[in-house]
T-cell receptor, first 112, second 114 residues
Framework: LAKTTQPISMDSYEGQEVNITCSHNNIATNDYITWYQQFPSQGPRFIIQGYKTKVTNEVASLFIPADRKSSTLSLPRVSLSDTAVYYCLVVPYGGATNKLIFGTGTLLAVQP | SQTIHQWPATLVQPVGSPLSLECTVEGTSNPNLYWYRQAAGRGLQLLFYSVGIGQISSEVPQNLSASRPQDRQFILSSKKLLLSDSGFYLC?????????????FGPGTRLLVL
């Protein structure tokens, strides 16, 4: 599985747009990029997944350049409740990974 | 819809005591099931995964064990707890989204070994 690298922590203020970048230089052709969000004392929850270019849902946007060696999670107009750890994972299409690797993630701290 | 349950929510156990954490999934059949542990301020460490009844794969050698007696039941056990077993234990199952695999996590069990 492709290893990912992301910043350990980020700070932001309410109302700002936050961009968290993840690098995955060894991503394979059939890999998808997936982001999870984890609040304290809770399990991670799926945020967004993409393969290339741009994906947007009601929570976030995911930007993936043509070489797919990195991706950027974009959170528009963050609020205090967006304070959480964000994990970037690379998963192969079709399942049967058995070994999703969650790193330490990026701790986003949103201040008033 | 699918739901995943874990219990107990919190547990305080003395060193050397046994452990049994239970996870059950509803609304799906033959899921891949996982046990993770998360130490304070750390990422998730995969402990065990199972692709079917009685099939357990261990990722990290330790004094913990796992069992899957039924299709949607996953149990994490220990005969003698160590201080280092303290942490946040998460059970997860795998679902297939439109494109790639996604894991769905339970509420977790916070274990404190004293």
């Amino acid at each position: 599985l492709a290893k990912t690298t992301q910043p350990i922590s980020m700070d932001s203020y309410e109302g700002q747009e936050v961009n968290i970048t993840c690098s995955h230089n060894n991503i394979a052709t059939n890999d998808y990029i997936t982001w999870y969000q984890q609040f304290p004392s809770q399990g991670p929850r799926f945020i967004i997944q993409g393969y290339k270019t741009k994906v947007t849902n009601e929570v976030a946007s995911l930007f993936i350049p043509a070489d797919r060696k990195s991706s950027t999670l974009s959170l528009p107009r963050v609020s205090l409740s967006d304070t959480a750890v964000y994990y970037c994972l690379v998963v192969p299409y079709g399942g049967a990974t058995n070994k999703l690797i969650f790193g330490t993630g990026t701790l986003l701290a949103v201040q008033p | 819809s699918q739901t995943i349950h874990q219990w107990p929510a919190t547990l305080v156990q003395p060193v050397g005591s046994p452990l049994s954490l239970e996870c059950t999934v509803e609304g799906t059949s033959n899921p891949n099931l996982y046990w993770y542990r998360q130490a304070a301020g750390r990422g998730l460490q995969l402990l065990f995964y199972s692709v079917g009844i009685g099939q357990i794969s261990s990722e990290v050698p330790q004094n913990l064990s796992a069992s899957r007696p039924q299709d949607r039941q996953f149990i994490l056990s220990s005969k003698k707890l160590l201080l280092s077993d303290s942490g946040f234990y998460l059970c997860a199952w795998t679902g297939i989204r439109r494109n790639g695999e996604t894991q769905y996590f339970g509420p977790g069990t916070r274990l404190l070994v004293l």
